[in-house]
């Protein structure tokens, strides 16, 4: 509604009233800026897409010439003014007068000679309508078309983001999953007592990574049990050497984070921080302070004999693209390794 203000306030004719709407000239630009809006509207909205996205040229030419044909006639048609009527042709012909010997005297010159101002006239009043028009229809159209080719561009953009984060996904998923079997197999190769209390959490996992792994964000609380489901099936395959501990501070409330973010540096702390002939250190803490998760883990570095070291360093930097992907601009992560411990300090601003 704004933008039918423009025509109001810059036209010479306004007096700071609704009169102006009683002069010809600015009833007939008004109307033609109406038109050059809706044609605006409906290029961006209905003949682009439509049409010329999916390569119908033969419409989208007849739909823009059928617009431009209202630009240029409607608004003088609506105009009383301007509306070519019966007065602008010349009078009907009568028959010529005939001479008592019953000759035809040739037609006045004048009347030849009006008649071809009229056709004149009549064709640069046709002309003037075209190209008083051809200007706003071509900055309407242009303009338009660089607002959907942006917008395309735009949509492609994020269809490719997406399809490289789910592919991320795909390949965060079968990892965690790969590994997590591993310890149960060294469960039940042990006998251990601890074995089916390992795959009650194992199935758990799963659950999660099946049912949640689709999805753009989850609930904090719902990453956090998945966390802990984690590093409880990482104890059972640990002894008195290793110092673990796990804290954790704050309210998830409805708060939501990426899946799969988290884990992968708890991975690695298991991988690198436990080794049962040395005293290993693992700490884990999550702090959550209104909208921002503040994420740490710590570990001596103990065991330095990694047979899936290659796996553990494809995890890592998929973990660092998904982040990237999900939160730019709103994590900081530091990871410090000075040899004998290593140190991931991770913020996210959550949604």
Known sequence: ?????????????????????????????????????????LNLNLFLPKFYSKKRYVLFIICLLICFGMMVFVPNYLTAENRITAQHFPMQMQPPPVNPNGNIPPPPM??????????????????QMIFSSLLPFLFSFLSSLFIFKNIEKKELERSKAKAELLSLKYQLQPHFLFNILNSIYSLALLKSDD????????????RYVVQESSKD????????????????????????SLDF???ETGETKNLQIAPFILVNFIENAFKYGFNAEENSKITVTIMIREEQLHFQVFNNIVNRNITDE????????????????????????SMINDGKTFEVDLKIKLL
């Open 310 to 333: 290659e796996s553990l360093k494809v995890g890592l930097k998929n973990t660092l693209e998904h982040l990237q992907q999900v939160y730019p601009g709103k994590h900081s992560l």
């Open 195 to 206: 074995t089916p209390n390992g795959i009650l959490k194992l199935s758990n996992v799963m």
């Open 110 to 127: 004048e009347q030849g000679f009006s008649q071809r101002n009229f056709q004149s006239g009549n064709n640069s009043f046709y002309a």
């Open 217 to 240: 964000l989850v609930k904090l609380s719902k990453e956090i049990e998945y966390v802990k489901d984690y590093i409880a099936l990482q104890l059972i395959r640990t002894d008195s």
């Open 1 to 41: 509604m704004l933008l039918l203000t423009i025509p109001i306030v810059s036209s010479p004719d306004f007096d700071g009233t609704l009169s102006v709407f009683k002069v010809s000239p600015f009833q007939r630009e008004f109307i033609r800026f109406v038109l050059v809006v809706l044609f605006f509207y």
């Open 245 to 247: 501990s796990y804290t």
